[in-house]
Structure formats: structure tokens, C-alpha cells
């Protein structure tokens, strides 16, 4: 384990070096530059700037220059913002965004269970045929379908919650639902899925003939190995819902990381674009490695390759 773990951070590490570099060389071939404007600056006054910030030096000095930076974990000041660090923007953003995220990831796991677990055990029946077209349903439907939808139904028809803003736990659960929506019905039927292929083995059959009750036959011992599919699923899930989470920010008007993603793009700020870009490669990573992990706990035959 200690091996793989080991080999894991620094093939992350190796990795995260790659897309610093591609973004870094990427972002600058684009036309434009951070202080290009609808209004010119005078060219004295721009020179100025690009002196300040180091944006006129040749681009082999500016990549090991911010290579260092990021490797001393200083990302450096925002082009945009004035007065703000990076790594402020991060520090304030992201808290509202993992938690955005992370209950969205809860509520995905909360229902998408339950609802393929019932799926599985009534299998042809009533139960099984409506929860599996609902959560075929709700995969096909986009975020910025399903939000203002929400917003039209729960704010306007039946007044039920605000509209957007962040702070109260009124104002968390319209988001987190629509965030996570669509991954509660992919996580029902890869359960139902993963249930199903459980419940046809030798040792459940052996357990039924025991007289143990369905109840505990399904969630003391079919449970487990029908988590496999889940546990495999939660990387991309992590995935999706952290950039889904863009969306949703922008439409529940919620002060996360996601509105200041799409204007570094926008206004070519580079130093911003590149510290939440290796800041959400690095969660995708680790959310990665915690997934093989809980794998390998859930079931002992998986060799961890180091």
C-alpha cells in the first residue's frame, strides 16, 4: 500500500507538472494578453504594467519564473483582481465550492442507493421499471436544464426556496439537488446493475438457504460487492459535479470558485486560470487515489499495482 501510494504522488506530481505546462504555453498562443482592452491603454502606461507583472519577458523566464512560484505554492497575484492574491481568491471560493459540491456528491449517494437497491430487489416489478425510467430521465437532462427548471417550479410556482445567493441552508438545497441529480440516477443504475450481478452469486443463494432474512441477506452481505460499480463511478462523479458546479454558481448566483474560472478564461488572466486549473487537477487526483483505496478495501482481491 505505502508503495502504491508513494508511486501514485508522484506520477500526480509528474502529471500535474504536464498541465502546467500545456496551460502555461496554451494560454499564451491565444491572441490577447491580460491588459488588452475595449479601452487601450497608453502604451507607456501598459508598459508599465507588463513590467510589474513580468508579462513582457521572454516566455522561457516567465515559465521557470512561475514554475518556481507554483512549486513554492505562491501562484502569484491575480492580473484582474486588484489587491488579491491567488491564493486568496482560492481560500474565500473554494470552501463554497466544495461545500456546493460535496452535498451534491451526498445527496447523489443518498438517493442513487436506496432507489437501485429497490430497483434490484424488485426486479420486473412496478418499482424497478418506474425508478429505472425516472433515473434514465434525469441522466439525459443537462444542469442548465434541470437549475432553471428548479428555480421556475420551487421560486416561482410553489415559493418554497430563494431564488440564489449562499449563506442560509435554504440556499443549499436547491443547488445541491440539481447538482447532483443526474449522478443520483447513473449511481441507482450502476447499484441496480451491481445488485443484480451480487444476488445471482453461489454465496447468496447459500445465505438464503440459511433462513437469514432478505433484509440482511441484501444489506449485510450483496451490499458490498454491489458498491463496486459506485465506488468506480465516484471519480468521474467528482469530475462532473465539480465542473458542473460552474453552471450552477452561475445561475444560483452562488460566490464560488466557478464564476472566477469562467472570467480568468474571459479576460485572459492567466495566473488565475492557472491556479484553479491545478487546483481542481489536483482534487480530480486525489478524489482518484481515495477511489482505488476504498476499492481495494471493499474488495481484497484487487492487487494495488506500486
Wanted: aromatic fraction near 10%; glycine fraction near 10%.
Amino acid at each position: 500500500m505505502i508503495g502504491f501510494l508513494v508511486n501514485r504522488l508522484l506520477w500526480t506530481a509528474a502529471t500535474m507538472w504536464v498541465v502546467f505546462t500545456i496551460t502555461f504555453f496554451l494560454m499564451r498562443s491565444v491572441p490577447g494578453g491580460p491588459f488588452d482592452g475595449e479601452r487601450k491603454l497608453d502604451p507607456e502606461i501598459k508598459r508599465n504594467i507588463e513590467t510589474r507583472y513580468g508579462t513582457n519577458d521572454p516566455l522561457p523566464v516567465q515559465y521557470f519564473r512561475e514554475l518556481g512560484k507554483v512549486c513554492r505554492g505562491d501562484l502569484g497575484p491575480s492580473y484582474k483582481l486588484a489587491d488579491y492574491t491567488v491564493n486568496e481568491i482560492i481560500a474565500q471560493g473554494f470552501p463554497v465550492s466544495a461545500s456546493l459540491g460535496t452535498l451534491a456528491l451526498c445527496f447523489a449517494i443518498g438517493l442513487g442507493l436506496p432507489v437501485g437497491i429497490l430497483a434490484a430487489t424488485r426486479r420486473g416489478k412496478l418499482p424497478d421499471y418506474g425508478s429505472m425510467t425516472i433515473a434514465t430521465i434525469g441522466m439525459a437532462l443537462p444542469e442548465f436544464f434541470v437549475a432553471p427548471l428548479a428555480i421556475i417550479l420551487f421560486v416561482f410556482v410553489w415559493p418554497l426556496f430563494p431564488a440564489a445567493g449562499w449563506g442560509s441552508w435554504q440556499q443549499l438545497i436547491l443547488p445541491s439537488v440539481c447538482l447532483g441529480l443526474p449522478y443520483a440516477a447513473y449511481i441507482a443504475r450502476l447499484t441496480r446493475t451491481g445488485m443484480l450481478d451480487v444476488l445471482s452469486q453461489d454465496y447468496i443463494r447459500t445465505a438464503h438457504a440459511k433462513g437469514l432474512a432478505p433484509r440482511d441477506v441484501v444489506l449485510r452481505h450483496a451490499l458490498k460487492g454491489a458498491m463496486l460499480p459506485v465506488v468506480s463511478f465516484l471519480g468521474p462523479a467528482t469530475a462532473g459535479i465539480l465542473t458542473g458546479s460552474l453552471i450552477e454558481e452561475a445561475i444560483f448566483a452562488i460566490p464560488g470558485l466557478g464564476i472566477h474560472f469562467v472570467q480568468s478564461a474571459q479576460q485572459r488572466d492567466y495566473t488565475l486560470a492557472m491556479g484553479l486549473v491545478l487546483l481542481y487537477f489536483l482534487l480530480l487526483s486525489l478524489m482518484n487515489l481515495v477511489v482505488d483505496v476504498l476499492y481495494k478495501l471493499l474488495d481484497p482481491r484487487v492487487k494495488l499495482d506500486s
